[in-house]
């Protein structure tokens, strides 16, 4: 008889377990986010320009994006701000510092590639999101600017890949808000 019981219990138990969601912290979101950001690195995207490097990480007032990209197209430049002489100034390094409990909304983008696509965050106000661009030559010194919306490269080989992404924003969403106001 108490073979049976333990028998069920165990059964009971296993069931119990199956049915329980995986819930990853902040830290183990970050690091998944950051892992597929990087497929990107050594991709075309933009006409010709290449991602050298990316960075997705925590900083003590929230996450900081950030990435190098090299390449002849006129998106590897700062396209914002054309010198007095014309043209583009190369300026390859940008980064995007933000609070993602100020997220309003998570779209996807694409521009006409092949395979990258961006996650598009956009925020509540202009004033959430603090842009600096650098690496610029010596006669232009890159900028800081309030920017609406912060956009991630990301490989998408199917629809799912936008989809599992952009559940992991909400999730590292979801987290900041209850970490800034837990009974909210």
Sequence with gaps: MKQVFFAALFVLVGF??????ITLTKGETINYINKQLQKTVGLEYNDGSTVESIAFTETAKGLRFSYTASGSSKYAYNAYEKPSWGGYVKCPDRSYEFDPIYVKDITLKSYGHKNIR??????IKKELVKEKISGCPEVYYGRNQMVNDVLF????AEEKDFDKLKKAFQHLIA???AEDDPFG
Excluded: A, E, I, R
Aim: charged content about 10%; some cysteine.
């Design 118 to 123: 961006y996650l598009n965050l956009s925020f």
């Design 16 to 21: 119990c377990s199956m049915g329980q969601d």
């Design 175 to 177: 987290l900041y808000k």
């Design 153 to 156: 490269f990301f490989l998408m």
